[in-house]
């Protein structure tokens, strides 16, 4: 039985005991031979909840079978990709599991994406949700609904049910019973007391996107004087991963690109926010297995981990191509000069001017220390661009191309698109890949108050269309997206919705930012517009 199955018992008792108050006021009012007003109203409210959990049965188990898994598998049929990538192989083809339909993807286009994310229910306590206020003293916020992010994850709130009305036989705690329940997400309460001795309660609120099941547990928390939890999402939940991946094939995103912290990043990582490691590579396999389900193919972001030097590259590299290098997910780049036909793998190294230019030499030189130009494990090395040497620097030390990551234009020089062109020009004289980065916009207010310079409105999504068509006028060989799921930057184009929550830490109400007057799939469906726009063959039949 899932977890999804043990939830879903809330509602299934609810409704049981219902159909028990129910049958107690009738028999009730059998015996003393009178049909009040108050046991009219009481037996009203207990049918009614009845009803309304029995539909929270139903509803609950078709979310827990099918909300995060409703499509899964790679398209039946993908057109050859254009030069410089690889297509989904017959043996994808023949290992996936076909749904119906599937959007089709454009392999030139890539998404910086997090699995970095855990929480109590999956991995036994919050990771990362919990992000430190990056300032002298700052403190880590608690998870649930009070996360370090300035927007919050539609996969975070809870996916069914909107109305509940139950009965509840105490009424001395009203006013700590609504503070709770409009901390937790309700937007309407209505409270109805009737003359019953007992004052009987009739609570009636409308939750957004959130569960029936929850709501219930929440009333019933609230009368034992226990905290309610609102959980978000876990990178290592299947159904997370699957319904993420739905989402890249919707917004017409070929390639994720994975953020990757060394091999042993369980036990060690550099942005380890009291979370106990955040198990990028623990996770890459299973992300990678479902992938392949839906015709995404991966490629690593090889971020700078404690310890980060040419011999350690160079070893995960080797790693890398020996663990994975077979796996049918992983992206590989084409080059006429390959002597494997089927390309290499690619490597994004971000923050590489951390590292000098003679150390990365040591490894994308031919004749470096640790070269692995020519062995069975080279890869397509991409450095970061940040300032306005490294293009230069970059292709002294040998690598394959340069990318900008950032999502706020203007913040280096790199991620300044009026310089975009230029390093177009500069890559294709050298014979490398440009590779820009683009965003819906920058809010990292939570995390970083200092940071105000560097936010960037949405603009109703007219931010985005700027940057992209920048991308797309530098001829790249490739657009990244940064980012389909960084929350603590505010770059996500992962749905979003409209959430208050009492701030644990400072107090008060926080009210997250969110896509305005658009639907929470918005960025979802104008990145594939854009997408469309750019390379209309990999998305016409």
Avoid at 14 to 24: E, H, I, T, V, W
Avoid at 332 to 346: C, E, K, Q, W
Avoid at 456 to 473: D, N, P, T, V
Avoid at 518 to 532: C, G, I
């Amino acid at each position: 039985m899932t977890s999804g199955s043990f939830d879903c018992l809330t509602p299934y008792f609810s409704f049981l005991l219902s159909c028990g108050g129910a049958a107690f006021t009738l028999l009730r009012a059998r015996r003393r031979a009178k049909f009040t007003a108050p046991a009219r109203l009481l037996l009203f409210g207990f049918l009614f909840w009845g009803v309304i959990s029995l539909y929270g049965v139903f509803t609950c188990l078709d979310t827990s079978t099918s909300a995060a898994s409703q499509i899964m598998a790679s398209p039946s049929k993908e057109r050859r990709p254009a030069a410089r990538q690889t297509a989904p192989s017959a043996k994808d083809a023949a290992s996936a599991v076909k749904p119906a339909t599937l959007p089709r993807v454009s392999y030139r286009a890539m998404s910086f994406y997090y699995s970095w994310y855990g929480n109590p229910r999956v991995d036994g306590k919050y990771i990362h949700w919990n992000h430190k206020v990056l300032v002298a003293g700052g403190k880590s916020f608690p998870g649930g609904g009070d996360i370090g992010a300035d927007f919050y994850p539609q996969l975070g709130a809870y996916r069914c049910g909107m109305v509940l009305v139950g009965t509840l036989l105490r009424s001395d705690s009203c006013a700590s019973i609504l503070k709770i329940l409009r901390r937790n997400g309700a937007v309407a309460v209505v409270f109805v007391c009737s003359t019953l001795q007992a004052r009987g309660l009739l609570v009636v609120f409308r939750l957004q996107r959130q569960n029936f099941y929850s709501a219930q547990r929440t009333m019933y928390r609230v009368l034992l004087g226990t905290t309610v939890e609102t959980y978000v999402a876990s990178s290592n939940d299947p159904a997370t991963i699957r319904a993420h991946m739905r989402m890249h094939r919707e917004a017409g995103i070929g390639v994720m690109v994975l953020s990757w912290w060394g091999r042993d990043d369980f036990v060690r990582t550099s942005l380890d926010f009291s979370s106990g490691g955040s198990k990028t590579d623990f996770n890459m396999r299973k992300i990678m297995d479902i992938a392949t389900e839906y015709g995404i193919k991966v490629a690593f972001h090889v971020e700078p981990y404690e310890g980060r030097s040419a011999q350690s590259i160079a070893d995960d590299a080797k790693y890398i191509q020996l663990e994975y290098g077979e796996h049918p997910a992983l992206f590989r780049h084409v080059d006429r000069n390959d002597a494997d036909s089927r390309g290499r793998p690619v490597l994004f190294f971000y923050d590489s001017y951390k590292l000098g230019e003679s150390e990365w030499a040591k490894v994308f030189d031919r004749n470096g220390a640790f070269s692995v130009r020519g062995k069975p494990w080279d890869v397509v090395a991409i450095g970061h661009i940040v300032n306005a040497g490294d293009a230069a620097a970059i292709r002294r030390a040998g690598l394959d191309g340069f990318y900008t990551y950032f999502a706020t234009d203007g913040f280096t020089y790199g991620s300044s698109t009026g310089n975009w062109n230029t390093f177009h020009e500069e890559a294709v004289r050298h014979g490398l890949l440009f590779i820009p980065s683009v965003g819906p916009g920058y809010a990292d207010m939570r995390i970083r108050p200092f940071n105000r310079a560097n936010q960037r409105s949405r603009e109703g999504g007219a931010y985005y269309r700027r940057m992209m068509q920048a991308a797309i006028s530098s001829r790249a060989d490739y657009i990244t997206i940064t980012s389909f799921n960084e929350w603590h930057e505010g770059t996500q184009i992962e749905p979003a919705v409209r959430k208050r929550v009492e701030q644990t830490a400072t107090g008060g109400v926080f009210q997250y930012q969110d896509y305005g007057d658009k639907d929470p799939s918005y960025y979802l469906q104008l990145t594939r517009e854009l997408l469309r726009g750019w390379v209309p063959e990999d998305f016409n039949l």
